[in-house]
């Protein structure tokens, strides 16, 4: 799919008769095969979701430095637009991504219209680093969403844990920012909030 940055590349996980969509975004560094996206992509669709897991321009580029913020978010919303007027068209629309995924989704969620938000592995605030400024909290991207809210997040994640908030359900699962350690801790939270959430059903 086109963007302002090049094209994107999705892949569509649709099942039958789908009550809503998700579309979901990969890590900085990484791709849409990470294990916690696969667990989440399986709990949706055994809840009756529509899956699309995008990969951003740089990757698709074959680079591996994430593009700015901006560009990013530009991207995000051109595929997530297109989405809507196609593949997804007349869903309910859940957004979200692991990590810089994640926080893509976050900023943007009142312009694509999602009705939640899935935050797999939050990057709360960068590790600390010896002889350095601490880094500033990202928690502002998390508060400013005004929809249901699902934080999945290793117990010993280095990035922090983010708090619960009045939108915001965080679920620690063993692991650390990878989530890579219980695949079906991450499914399973994922369907019991999907499956708990009657909104999203569209």
Request: hydrophobic letters at 45%.
């Amino acid at each position: 799919m086109e963007t302002p940055s090049g094209p994107a590349r999705v892949t569509l996980q649709p099942v039958k008769r789908p009550r809503a969509g998700l579309v979901l975004g990969h890590g900085a560094a990484g791709g849409v095969q990470a294990r916690d996206l696969v667990a989440a992509a399986d709990a949706a669709r055994a809840e009756g979701v529509s899956v699309a897991l995008v990969e951003q321009p740089y990757r698709v580029a074959g680079r591996r430095s994430p593009a700015p913020a901006g560009r990013l978010d530009a991207a995000w919303v051109a595929v997530v637009a297109r989405l809507r007027e196609r593949e997804l068209r007349g869903l309910r629309l859940l957004v979200g991504g692991r990590s810089s995924g994640a926080r893509v989704a976050c900023r943007t969620a009142e312009l694509t219209g999602a009705v939640g938000v899935l935050c797999l592995a939050f990057p709360l605030q960068p590790p600390p680093r010896a002889a350095s400024t601490p880094a500033a909290s990202r928690l502002g991207e998390l508060e400013a969403v005004s929809v249901p809210t699902l934080v999945v997040q290793g117990s010993r994640d280095p990035f922090g844990i983010p708090p619960a908030g009045h939108h915001r359900t965080v679920i620690e699962v063993v692991g650390d920012h990878g989530l890579r350690s219980d695949a079906p801790a991450v499914t399973a939270a994922v369907r019991d909030w999907i499956a708990a959430n009657p909104v999203f059903s569209g």
